[in-house]
């Protein structure tokens, strides 16, 4: 793009043809840029020759183009407390894109005092997942803004609602202007913040650089921990590009695992699982060695050894993504 | 402003046209192929899930996005079949009948994996500890146990008859009955536990497997495309209908276009004589104003030369009956008078002349049979025009 942009130019440019050490250089640097935004991409995708090809767990793969409009009202929204009913949440009070997308949190208390029922999930890589909510029972991003909008203990609130202060912001109806061509409705306001977070993968985990064939990335242990963790059969639900995410499972098969309700929950994804503690619908496993424990003596009917468990938790720590180009971190307490 | 009817009749003729052509080109064309797509889209998308839920059954398929990916796509083509049928409530209701299949066949999907991950998940985990407990220690009185539950299970991975269920329930039984080696007991507890579940579980599976591979979508689906298939050979039928008729209306549109070209010409041609005719007359009456009184005469035999010519006559003849009677005539050249012509004439003139004069015989030969055609026809005439002045 860059070496059109400066052919496009030239007409225009026509004294720059003196400066050809100039133009040289400008040529040179431009290849570069290109060669390496090229390449980025092209390392994630699986060759035959690579283990994704062979591997139940594939590498997550760019975010998808977006019209940069649409998704930095988006982000801008994500952010804004005017999406609470009383101006004191955001939908980054729950999520920290900062951090691990989620926060620290074992359950949050809501507003009526009462403790929440379920932990926060992640919301990287959320689009991945085929529904979401630990159980599952919503199908989209949109659905999820909207419900998260409406529900007492979160943001408590309504679209018109919303809508309606949004409006009285110019700079906010310039924005939806430029983004949908129209001032905010509720279409475009769910469709903003949705935008917003399917643009939140995090690519580049040391174990999908592993998997697009570089055999350096994982280092023996983890290595076996992976081994170990296809060979138990962890890998039987935890598969795919978000290693979970994509099926229900009956949680506690042969002991309890945590407290129910419900009994049927969405399979968790374990991207960038290491930051995200603490684990497990009702947030009591407070790290990832408890968490791993618990798997295989409910789902297994197995005790562990601490090895295994180390084993397992070395390759956990290999799902770690980027956002943004900086790792995905624990949020602090 | 008053409407003449011609006027009235153009905006009605443009709307009929405009009806016409617009029922001509199937306007439902898109609509019916817009549901035919999304069906061979759902077509194409089930046999790719039926594939790949046996791979994932077989262990060939190792991770569920695929199945993820095809329902989106089954729910993403029902969508456009119900987006599409909007406007038809039988068609709306075949589509109804249509997804409640599709639906029963997500949830036996969803059922399909649930169900085959914790069987791959179990069946990994007891060859792990099968293989463990025969290997531990080859004398052991468990391994027979172990070894002929392993055979049974294996035998059911492929085989969910009830017959093989029962030989691994024997074989559960045999083992669960055995003293157990303190060391090897919480192995063989865990075998037990994932081989009962796998009992259990690797049946109920292929019975889902079996439901769902017989989910009767195709029956719904080829109901479904019979009926899009039909409207849309009927609504074809139809715009070929339109397009007849419209081919018929130019047609007549033609015909009345080249009738008023016609007329309209005949009409100019008229105009174009009368106004020689006008011309001449001008002319003539100019002429004879201007004239001595010797050369009326000449002028009058110049005129009837004219007139002659203007209507394509052979003859002409200006008779002044009265006390002296005078004639003037002309003829073409090489045509002589009849006998007593043109004196003749004017004893004719008052059988024929209507009440203002005018004697007008375009063709002789049409003329009814009778002594007057039979005057006329002897005097060599084969038409006759005289004005008359009594």
């Known amino acids: 793009m860059g070496l059109a942009a400066l052919f496009d130019a030239s007409g225009a440019l026509k004294p720059l043809i003196h400066s050809v050490p100039l ?264 790290t990832l060695e408890e968490a791993v424990r618990r798997m295989g003596n409910a789902e297994l009917d197995q005790t562990l050894s601490d090895a295994q468990i180390k084993a397992i938790v070395a390759f956990l720590d290999t799902l770690t993504g980027t956002y943004r180009g900086a790792p995905v971190t624990a949020a602090s307490p | 402003m008053k409407v003449t009817p011609a006027a009235a009749t153009i905006p009605i003729l443009l709307l009929a046209l405009s009806w016409l052509a617009f029922r001509a080109v199937d306007p439902e064309a898109e609509r019916f192929d817009r549901a035919l797509k999304a069906l061979d889209r759902f077509t194409l998308m089930e046999i790719a899930l039926h594939r790949d839920v046996l791979s994932a059954r077989a262990g060939m398929l190792r991770n569920y996005d695929p199945l993820v990916r095809e329902l989106n796509a089954l729910r993403d083509a029902l969508g456009r079949l119900r987006d599409n049928a909007a406007g038809d409530a039988e068609e709306a209701a075949a589509v109804d009948r249509f997804a409640a299949v599709a639906a029963r066949q997500d949830e036996l999907t969803e059922q399909f994996k649930s169900d085959n991950a914790l069987l791959q998940n179990s069946l990994a985990y007891f060859r792990l500890l099968s ?96 009926m899009i298939l039909e409207r849309q050979a009927q609504s074809r039928a139809t715009a070929r209908e339109f397009r007849f008729l419209l081919y018929a209306a130019s047609l007549v549109l033609l015909g009345v276009l080249a009738h008023l070209g016609l007329r309209l010409r005949a009409r100019a041609l008229a105009l174009r004589r009368r106004a020689a005719f006008e011309h001449l007359i001008a002319g003539i009456s100019t002429r004879l104003i201007d004239a001595r009184a010797h050369e009326i005469g000449g002028q009058i035999d110049l005129a009837l030369a004219e007139l002659a010519a203007i209507f394509d006559a052979d003859r002409a003849y200006l008779i002044v009956s009265g006390y002296l009677t005078r004639s003037h005539s002309w003829c073409k050249e090489g045509i002589a008078f009849p006998p007593n012509w043109p004196d003749r004439a004017l004893a004719l003139a008052t059988d024929f002349a209507n009440t203002e004069g005018v004697i007008h015989v375009p063709n002789i030969d049409r003329l009814p049979d009778g002594a007057n055609k039979d005057v006329l026809a002897a005097a060599g005439l084969r038409g006759w025009a005289c004005v008359s002045k009594f």
């Not at chain 1, 085929?130 to 803004?145: A, H, P, Y």
């Not at chain 2, 055979?151 to 045999?174: F, H, I, K, N, P």
């Not at chain 2, 157990?180 to 579940?197: C, E, K, N, R, Y």
């Not at chain 2, 796998?198 to 497997?209: C, E, M, Q």
């Open chain 1, 23 to 286: 133009v040289a250089g400008c040529l040179a640097l431009l290849f570069v840029i290109a060669v390496t935004v090229g390449a980025a991409p092209k390392s994630q995708i699986p060759s035959s020759r690579s283990p994704a090809a062979q591997e139940p767990i594939t590498p997550i793969p760019p975010a998808p183009d977006t019209d940069p409009l649409k998704l930095a009202l988006g982000e801008r929204l994500f952010a804004d407390p005017r999406l609470s009913h009383d101006g004191t949440l955001t939908y980054s009070s729950c999520h920290d894109v900062h951090s691990n997308g989620a926060d620290s949190k074992r359950l949050r208390t809501a507003r009526d005092g009462s403790v929440m029922t379920f932990n926060i999930p992640t919301v990287f890589n959320a689009a991945l997942s085929f529904r979401l909510n630990w159980e599952g029972n919503v199908r989209t991003l949109e659905d999820q803004s909207e419900s998260s909008l409406e529900n007492a203990a979160n943001l408590a609130t309504n679209a018109n609602e919303v809508l309606k202060k949004l409006d009285a912001d110019p700079e906010m109806v310039r924005q939806f202007s430029q983004a949908y061509g129209g001032p905010p409705d509720r279409t475009s306001l769910l469709d903003a913040i949705a935008t917003f977070e399917r643009s939140l993968l995090t690519p580049g985990s040391r174990f999908d650089r592993w998997l697009s064939g570089d055999f350096v990335a994982l280092s023996p242990e983890e290595q076996e921990g992976y081994q170990l963790f296809k060979s138990l059969g962890c890998v039987s639900c935890h598969q795919g590009v978000n290693i979970g995410g994509n099926l229900f499972e009956r949680q506690g098969i042969f002991h309890p695992l945590a407290s129910p309700p419900p009994e049927i929950v969405r399979v968790p994804s374990l991207r960038n699982v290491a930051t995200t503690p603490p684990y497990f619908h009702d947030g009591s496993a407070p």
């Open chain 2, 131 to 226: 293989a463990g407990l025969s290997a531990s220690d080859r004398s052991s009185p468990l391994v027979p146990g172990v070894s002929a539950l392993t055979a049974a299970m294996l035998q059911l991975t492929y085989d969910t008859s009830a017959a093989a269920a029962r030989e691994v329930a024997e074989r559960l039984s045999g083992l669960a009955s055995q003293s157990l080696p303190t060391d090897a007991a919480a192995s063989v507890h865990a075998l037990l536990a994932h081989a009962g579940l796998l009992h259990d579980l690797l049946p109920a599976t292929d019975g889902v497997l079996r439901a769902l591979l017989a989910a009767p979508s195709q029956a719904e689906l080829k109901t479904l495309r019979t």
